[in-house]
């Protein structure tokens, strides 16, 4: 028998408000802006990893969207099929603003399989949206005069073909 261990080395991240979570070294790999910490630490890495941008919400969903993922790979059969339906549910269970608060979070930790599958959830949601749904989920202000904005209408009428109405 060999002397391997099969405990994996933890990390302890730290969210803005102190939440204090223990990852496993394999998990904290696919968050990118934590394993560039830890390659550019001297030595072994025992005190918290602050994480000043990222909220313990959004963390806590981020660790098991990726627990998850391992999972999945780790099983040999119907892996893709069972992440399919995993991501479904996953994007479903979230409200306009917290998947905004997720994705800012997914940046910023640079976790790039998840960034992407949530701007494409985001790209879903307003598909064939009106411009004044895509306005307020991402919280812009009009700043056309009701006649500026008739006149681009009518000047771009191809691009408002299929628009659903609110």
């Keep these: ?8 080395r933890m990390i302890t991240l730290k969210t803005v408000e102190g939440t204090l979570f223990d990852v496993k070294s394999s998990i ?6 934590v394993q560039a910490f830890i390659d550019d630490s001297d030595d072994d890495v025992t005190s918290p990893i602050p994480l ?16 998850n993922h391992h999972r ?9 099929e069972e992440m ?22 997914a940046n910023y930790l640079n976790v790039k399989d998840l960034l992407e599958f949530l ?11 009106s411009v004044e749904f895509v306005r307020n989920f991402f919280g812009i202000e009009n700043d056309y005069t009701p006649e500026e904005e ?11 073909n299929g628009v659903e109405q609110d």
């Excluded at 028998?1 to 994996?8: A, P």
């Excluded at 000043?52 to 627990?67: G, M, Q």
């Excluded at 999945?72 to 893709?80: M, V, Y």
């Design 28 to 33: 904290a790999k696919d968050l990118k802006t």
């Design 72 to 80: 999945f790979r780790s099983s040999i059969e119907k892996a893709d």
């Design 119 to 129: 701007n494409q959830t985001v790209a879903d949601v307003i598909q064939n949206k």
């Design 150 to 160: 008739e006149k681009l209408r009518n000047e771009n009428e191809w691009a408002f």
């Design 52 to 67: 000043p941008n990222v909220f313990t919400r959004e963390l806590s969903r981020i660790l098991d969207y990726l627990n």
């Design 84 to 105: 399919a339906r995993y991501d479904a549910e996953f994007a479903k269970s979230m409200s306009n603003e917290e998947l905004k608060a997720l994705i800012l979070a």
């Design 1 to 8: 028998m060999s002397g391997i261990s099969d405990t994996e």
